[in-house]
């Protein structure tokens, strides 16, 4: 195996494993020789991803977490230092979108659920993942091109992925010292079931919604589940040591504008 692509042994946490990007990067790391420990609300989901990937001789322990909780963000890094010694990858995953609607229409319920799930998600994750780091480790989480610029009709997910973007480069200036490097991808719309499902695409046409999600993008399309988590492998490689506190835009250009 290329020694860039090569996770023999790493121990790689990941959240929001039942579907879309988590549950690609779980099959990515794990045929590359990552033991993991993967984790999503959706219990029977997870477990169904599990038993797939084990089928495939991957190493693993899957369970329900939900990450707006502290305990469950805690019980997943004991699993990992439990079953498998140790935790070297973090990736910060699990994330959920609003419904869309105007700035001013938007409530406050909306606002707290976004920042419960998609922001406390990912500082619970990190809070105790990094001392379980013991003197190296990576952390990638999933903000969004909403972490990086306004976007409309989504406020409260893109105030939420801004908190991301802010946690991430302050863990990264923080713990540089300690050998943790923590990064952001920051993708365009792609379709995984969060943007293909009903919330997202209620006519449930694709070929419809990427045409119109898609015109404001330089390549007119939308990404594709396969291209974002080639990119997460890129951050994780074993070979990326000197990237940190970065935000990946992967979004076929639009933030080139
Ligand atoms: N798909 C996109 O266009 C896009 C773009 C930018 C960022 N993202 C981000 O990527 C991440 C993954 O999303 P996806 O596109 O794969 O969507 P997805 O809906 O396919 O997967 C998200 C997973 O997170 C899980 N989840 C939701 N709430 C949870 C909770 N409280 N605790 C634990 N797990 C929970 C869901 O059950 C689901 O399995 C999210 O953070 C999302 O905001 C997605």
Redesign the pocket.
Known sequence: MDSLLDFTGKVALI?????????LLAAELGTRGAKLVI????AE??AKVGEALKAKGIELVASA????KES?CQAQVDLAVKTFGGLDIAVN?????PAQMSLVDTTEAMMDQQF???VK?VFFGMKHQIPAMQEAGIILN?????GLGGAPKVTS?AAA?HAVVGLTKTAAVEYARKGIRVNA???????????T?NNMNPGGNVEELEAFLGRGSPMKR??R?QE?VNVMLMTLSPGNTYMNGQTIAIDGGVSAF
């Open positions: 959240t929001g494993a039942a579907s879309g990007f988590g549950e984790s999503d609300i959706n989901g997870v977490c939900d990450v707006s469950d995953n699990a994330g959920i979108a419960n799930v998609n998600g999933v903000a969004s091109m909403a997910y992925k991808i920051c993708p365009f719309f792609t379709l995984t079931p969060m943007v499902g939308l990404g589940p974002i």
